[in-house]
């Protein structure tokens, strides 16, 4: 069995940064792509980044490239999301998830194990 614990969210305010951490438990953590995704209230739950099982290719959604960096630590079981310049429409829950494949694919039906989320509030 999998799990996913999210950390690091937080009230923070315009401009600010945060690193969100998601720690894996069990086994085969580095054989997959791991993804980021977000949900803010009365909305859908969107995409924000992903990594593939090696660490060497990322991608992100358009509003978010140049202000956050996913990465991992295979050896801690980890992986994060460094987000900087946070702004008033990046505030939602985050959650950690981890692909079915090592390549990254698109779509939440693409990722098969959830963390519960964290909370990310942006204030101006």
């Known amino acids: 069995q999998v799990q996913l614990v999210e950390s690091g969210g937080g009230l923070v305010q315009a401009g600010d940064s945060l690193r969100l951490s998601c720690a894996a438990s069990?086994?085969?953590?580095?054989?997959?792509?791991m993804g980021w995704f977000r949900q803010a209230p009365g909305k859908d739950r969107d995409f924000v980044a992903a990594?593939?099982?090696?660490?060497?290719?990322?991608q992100y959604t358009d509003s978010v490239k140049g202000r956050f960096t996913i990465s991992r630590d295979s050896a801690k079981n980890t992986v994060y999301l460094q987000m900087n310049s946070l702004k008033l429409e990046d505030t939602a829950v985050y959650y950690c998830a981890r692909g079915r494949l090592q390549t990254i694919r698109p779509g939440a039906g693409n990722y098969d194990y959830w963390g519960q989320g964290t909370q990310v509030t942006v204030s101006s």
């Open positions: 990594i593939d099982w090696s660490g060497r290719i990322t």
């Open positions: 069990g086994r085969t953590f580095s054989n997959y792509a």
